[in-house]
């Protein structure tokens, strides 16, 4: 039941944990925790369904850049209730719906970026593949739970 010392949640008194053996290598691989203790005074921001929208209403053809815009949406979501630059070192869950692009999941698009924006947070996190989003042409809609210090 490893701890992640090197999150910046740690420091507020948030535990992130896995089960030893397997559980500790795939959570080490995906960059991500099996569990996290969330300490009872703590003040939380839950972020909707973020997409990878443009500001001029469409959906990028590249699914990276898809990728990339809907993890800044959540981002300035983030910003917007509270959090500054290190919003993304607050998330302590992510849950993810991803719809396949030619036949294939896009978890392969979706680990490099968030990664990008984690940086040592390892959240637990929840991928589910749908069908569809509430768009057509979309690929990827993002739900955060964050910490909104004091």
């Not at 910046?8 to 996290?36: D, I, Q």
């Not at 590249?62 to 500054?84: P, Y």
Request: hydrophobic share 40%.
């Amino acid at each position: 039941m490893a701890a992640d010392s090197a999150s910046k949640l740690s420091s507020y008194g948030f535990e992130f944990r896995n089960w030893p053996g397997a559980g500790e290598k795939a959570a080490a691989h995906f960059g991500l925790s099996h569990a996290v203790i969330v300490p009872a005074s703590t003040r939380t921001i839950i972020v909707g369904g973020q997409l990878g929208i443009r500001d001029d209403g469409t959906v990028p053809a590249d699914l990276a850049e898809e990728v990339a815009v809907a993890f800044d949406r959540v981002e300035q979501s983030l910003k917007a209730a509270g959090l500054g630059d290190d919003a993304w070192e607050h998330v302590y869950s992510v849950t993810t719906y991803e719809v396949e692009k030619d036949g294939e999941g896009i978890s392969g698009v979706v680990g490099p970026v968030a990664r990008k924006y984690l940086k040592n947070t390892k959240p637990a996190w929840t991928g589910v593949t749908v069908k569809g989003l509430a768009f057509p042409g979309l690929h990827l809609e993002i739900t955060v739970q964050a910490y909104l210090p004091c």
